[in-house]
């Protein structure tokens, strides 16, 4: 979309609060897909005969091919119709939940995956550009936070609730119950979203440019990285609290619940903070993350720690998703889209290389070695952001 043709033509700020609104809400749905598996790993490792590090890679699979797929379905993409292009994805989600509900085996399982994940970048590189446009860029970050509350509702109540109903129907039964989700949000996606102005449709010629911009391509690789240490670990969380905290499996839905809860207070933080000082901002909570994936491992039995281990590992974890995604469309203000959906693609490379990268140390020195790879890689990203600093934009400006 032409930043142009969005500030000749501002939106009201009701309609624009109702718009971002209502993307909040489909981002829930969407999230929900794509982390549901997160809380289900160790039931479909028991129904499919896997182990858990195995049924993991279903995690990569999803992250790799938004990673691949991400920025040229953007681009091929974003110059539809804003409301008929979110309302598509959905229906796409509805679908690939319902054959994710019917898999009976492995591979029909990886094609439910398959299939979403590439809608998915599409979604967060139109809708991020959608919400910080309609915002101004004086609030771009806090209206991107506010989409971005999905994901922490999603952990709050779409990925606990899934688990805790896997408990009583079936990690199917979740599947089901997306499905019908994903359904009734593109119907309101439909009623309830304004027509948008056509974007414009920028040549792809153009738009590649962006990967000459090496301060773009500097924030694009330290996505890579922080979400490399988010995901060494949350994607065995489930696993955690059952296996090392000795959570009844029952109950880990509950958990992870509270560590959604956690997260709201990350998400209004890193989105006021990403506005003023994203660099730093990633700093900070990668650094927090870092401490609380390490500390929530080592001291899972501790009953007395486990609960701030926990909180502050969730805080950081969902502070980085806005902080992340404003910080690379801040890299490229005349391609937002675009440079939104990089950052796409970019945080799921790592969320494949964390799975990856989690599933491997599991074997070799145990589930709790998850939380010190972890901080390992969270101290990576951290002595990167002062080299990051130190690049001037593209154009010197």
Not at 52 to 60: D, E, F, M
Request: charged residues 10%.
């Amino acid at each position: 979309m032409s930043t142009h043709s969005v500030a000749a033509r501002p939106a009201a700020p009701p309609a624009s609060g109702l718009a971002i609104g209502v993307l909040a809400v489909a981002a829930f749905a969407i999230v929900s897909t794509e982390f549901l598996i997160v809380g289900l790993l160790p039931a479909m490792a028991r129904d499919l005969a896997l182990s858990v590090s195995a049924a993991g890679q279903l995690v990569t699979l999803f992250a790799f091919t938004v990673m691949l797929a991400g920025p040229f379905l953007t681009a091929a993409l974003s110059h539809l119709e804003r409301r008929r292009l979110f309302t598509a994805i959905l229906l796409v989600f509805a679908a690939a939940n319902a054959l994710a509900a019917l898999a009976s085996d492995l591979w029909v399982l990886a094609l439910a995956r398959f299939i979403p994940a590439l809608a998915l970048p599409v979604f967060w590189g139109t809708a991020s550009e959608t919400a910080a446009q309609l915002a101004g860029p004086s609030r771009a970050g806090q209206a991107v936070s506010r989409v971005y509350l999905g994901i922490a509702a999603a952990m709050l109540f779409g990925i606990p609730l899934g688990t805790l109903a896997a408990s009583a129907v079936g990690w199917r039964g979740s599947f089901w119950a997306l499905a019908a989700l994903s359904l009734l949000l593109a119907a309101l996606t439909r009623a309830g979203l304004p027509a948008l102005p056509q974007p414009a449709r920028p040549p792809l010629r153009r738009q590649a440019r962006l990967l000459k911009n090496p301060l773009l391509i500097a924030n694009v690789a330290l996505s890579v990285t922080v979400f490399t240490a988010m995901f060494t670990a949350y994607t065995y969380l489930a696993d955690i609290l059952e296996r090392l905290a000795g959570v009844p499996p029952q109950d880990v839905g509950w958990w992870l619940m509270g560590f959604g809860a956690a997260g709201l207070a990350g998400n209004w933080l890193g989105g006021r903070a990403v506005d003023r000082r994203p660099l730093g901002a990633t700093l900070v909570f990668t650094g927090l993350l870092g401490l609380g994936a390490l500390a929530s491992t080592a001291l899972a039995g501790a009953s007395a720690w486990r609960l701030p281990a926990l909180a502050a590992w969730s805080i950081a974890n969902t502070a980085l998703y806005p902080v992340c995604q404003v910080r690379v469309m801040k890299a490229a203000p005349q391609a937002q889209a675009l440079a939104g959906t990089l950052n796409v693609s970019a945080a799921n490379a790592g969320i494949g290389l964390g799975a990856m990268l989690g599933g491997m140390a599991i074997p070799q020195w145990g589930l709790a070695s998850v939380g010190g790879a972890a901080a390992a890689v969270a101290l990576l990203a951290v002595l990167a952001v002062p080299c990051i600093a130190r690049i001037r934009p593209a154009g010197g400006h």
